[in-house]
């Protein structure tokens, strides 16, 4: 048994397609362009690079961005100012601060400062208490683990009542994709570094969303046979064949699990090109909720 791949890139370029259409028909009746405005504090070459994509994703699809770079020595009051001039601004209909922010700062102060209709990343505290409670809908979700449940969906995977395991207990993945899931009505475990027997536990799951940071840590033969695998992770593995030295895994060991998996996805092109996908879809629905539509 081979899985089926679920294309990330294919997926993700149709949610784009769809943003850009919405957009366009926004302008053409007059209506002013979604705007996203990105905070970056310091210089992290990784945290830049992301911020560049998004601002590139912007323009692809019609919609304006405002980058805001402060320095790595940046003081609470400076960045948490910044923060609420951009939630007065009406241009700005998402403000997205880039994770992590330098250790001096308090990054929960920081989230919480942003307005919850412009929270597009959906990090904020009352975003995410609205996740986690029943029968309450949060304005926005986490990109990420959006992005991996509409994989989920488009592929055809049975949410509803399924044993769903996650890897990893993340603020950023794992803790808002089990209440996602849990939201679809499926029964979830969550793990992480003190989980007892990890091989039997994964070996429940229906669908295993893994979002630990370790590459290839997953073996197939803790695969459910026919399950569906969501690899969240990626690494970087040395290969003498590359011209970097390196390639990119995932937290599954991908040849060993899609011999035995119904469905998973690849590392590159799998989870990666939906994050900026759904954040794409959740500025166009914030600039739809500002104009009271």
């Not at 294919?10 to 919405?22: F, H, P």
């Not at 035995?260 to 759904?278: D, K, L, R, S």
């Amino acid at each position: 048994m081979t899985a089926q791949i679920i294309d990330g890139k294919l997926i993700a370029q149709q949610v784009r397609d769809e943003v850009a259409a919405k957009v366009a028909q926004r302008v053409a009746a007059g209506k002013p362009k979604p705007g996203l405005a990105t905070v970056l504090v310091g210089d992290r070459v990784d945290s830049a690079t992301y911020v560049a994509s998004k601002q590139k994703a912007c323009a692809e699809l019609g919609m304006e961005s405002f980058h805001h770079h402060l320095p790595a020595d940046a003081t609470q009051e400076e960045v948490e100012g910044l923060v609420q001039r951009l939630n007065q601004d009406p241009k700005v209909n998402g403000i997205l601060v880039q994770l992590p922010l330098p250790a001096h700062l308090n990054e929960e102060r920081v989230l919480q400062a942003i307005s919850i209709e412009k929270d597009v990343d959906g990090f904020s505290p009352l975003n995410i208490g609205r996740l986690a409670q029943k029968g309450r809908e949060p304005l926005f979700v986490p990109c990420t683990p959006y992005g991996c449940i509409y994989l989920l969906e488009q592929a055809g995977v049975q949410i509803e009542g399924a044993n769903a395991v996650v890897l990893g207990r993340s603020n950023i993945v794992g803790m808002p994709a089990a209440l996602l899931l849990i939201g679809k009505n499926a029964t979830v475990t969550v793990c992480h570094s003190r989980t007892r027997d990890l091989p039997a536990v994964i070996r429940q799951a229906d669908i295993l969303i893994a979002a630990i940071g370790k590459a290839e840590m997953v073996r197939g033969e803790w695969i459910k046979p026919g399950a569906a695998v969501i690899d969240v992770g990626i690494n970087s593995k040395p290969d003498p064949s590359k011209k970097s030295g390196y390639r990119l895994v995932g937290d599954v060991n991908f040849d060993e699990a899609k011999e035995v998996a119904g469905y998973i996805t690849p590392v590159p092109g799998g989870v990666g090109p939906m994050t900026i996908a759904m954040l794409m879809k959740n500025t166009l629905r914030a600039a739809e909720i500002q104009q009271g539509e």
